[in-house]
């Protein structure tokens, strides 16, 4: 391992699995979606090329899967250009420095995630009483360190457009984490959404496992600024996207997606808020 990259002390493989781990989906022509045991990953591509933008980086211990995904989809001589993260929470970045290593590639990232990324700051400890559900329950063992890039991450492009990303912008959507963005294209509707919201009840083992569809708040048990989350669904809510893939969940889609927005917003305190927090 790169002596310039870690993971926090507490990095750990998480048992926790869904029906949906292993299977990949094409969701656009350019957006294919992965799921590794409970998270989502997303391959951007271009028509005919093997090069592609990875977009968030799995589980830990995930690296193998993701790699052959990759393999799969693109052929053997598939090609990373960047790795852009939606925020660093350890089911999204658990991949991450055997990908970079593996791929040699930049990881882009919003400036108020970036000390999360570099070793100088831990995210809050999980809150296992937010919900009754069994994921919250095993949260205290989900890794919250900060782990550390080096100079493998940068920040975001500030005028908003996303790396090798043509047609989309990044969107600051925070609240489930002070650097969380979510990914726009404007052309077609389509969102990638991270943890922003997600369209699975995600402290629930049980709906987790079977991948119930269910729009949801952002996880309750990594979110520690409500307000800010609120104020996050309620601009991704007017983009009025066609297409969503989120960072927990399987994809969601016209009325389906702008039905659940509407409600997520209208019932944000019922469907979104901790009992502690309302
Ligand atoms: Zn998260
Ligand atoms: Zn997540």
Known sequence: MNK?????????????????SGVSQELLPD??????????????????????????AGMPKSAEEIIAVAER??????????????????DHVGAIIELVEHWQVPVFAHLLELPYLTGLKDYPEPDPTVDSGLVAKMSPMFPNEAIDLGESVQELPLDGTVPFMEGF???????????????????????????????????????????????????????????????????LAALNPSVAVTGHGVPMSGEELSEGLRKLVDNFDKIALPNNKK
Do not use: C
Not at 4 to 20: E, L
Not at 39 to 48: E, K, L, M, Q, R
Not at 79 to 84: L, R, T
């Open 4 to 20: 310039n990259m870690n993971y926090g002390d507490d990095y750990r493989f998480i048992p926790a699995t869904s029906v949906q």
């Open 169 to 235: 912008k990044w969107i600051h959507t925070p609240g489930h984490t002070p650097g969380h963005v979510s990914l726009f294209r404007e052309r077609d509707g389509a969102l990638i959404a991270g943890d922003a919201f997600v369209t699975v009840k995600q402290e629930s083992l049980y709906k987790v496992f079977t991948q119930e569809k269910e729009l949801n708040g952002p996880p309750k048990y990594l979110t520690p600024d409500w307000a800010a989350a609120f104020e996050s669904v309620k601009i």
């Open 73 to 90: 989809r693109f052929g053997k001589n598939a090609k990373a250009k960047a790795i852009i993260l939606t925020h660093g929470h350890f």
């Open 31 to 56: 957006l294919y979606v992965h799921t590794s045991q409970i998270a989502n990953i997303v391959f951007y591509s271009y028509p005919g090329s093997n090069e592609f933008v990875l977009i968030d």
